[in-house]
């Protein structure tokens, strides 16, 4: 499973995750910063550009935003790796209220 899947399966009251309360971790739970602020940027520009519902793969949101934004391709090139970043089990810290995306640095 890869990030952008689980941006189309995993809901919060039957809406969207909520940008500041994912985060991505290693398998220990220690979260990766970079990679968390790379999400949150992707999503934060997802949520006011594309709608979820419509695209099917994380190329379409790529697309999108390569046509209604004017961020450069180098950035855009990140975004599409944080999508396809492969996640290998979803953690719900309820009492950080937070949901981590665990990923593999080796997968």
Do not use: C
Request: proline share 5%.
């Amino acid at each position: 499973m890869r990030v952008f899947d689980v941006l189309k399966l995993v809901t919060v009251n039957h809406g969207e995750l909520p940008v500041q309360q994912v985060i991505m971790t290693d398998p220990s739970g220690k979260p990766n910063s970079v990679l968390t602020d790379l999400l949150h940027d992707v999503l934060n520009k997802t949520q006011l550009f594309v709608d979820l519902k419509e695209v099917n793969d994380s190329a379409d949101i790529i697309d999108t935003l390569h046509n209604v934004t004017p961020l450069p391709d180098d950035v855009l090139d990140e975004y599409d790796k944080i999508l396809t970043q492969e996640v290998i089990g979803l953690n719900f810290a309820t009492r950080k209220s937070e949901i981590e995306l665990v990923y593999d640095e080796l997968v």
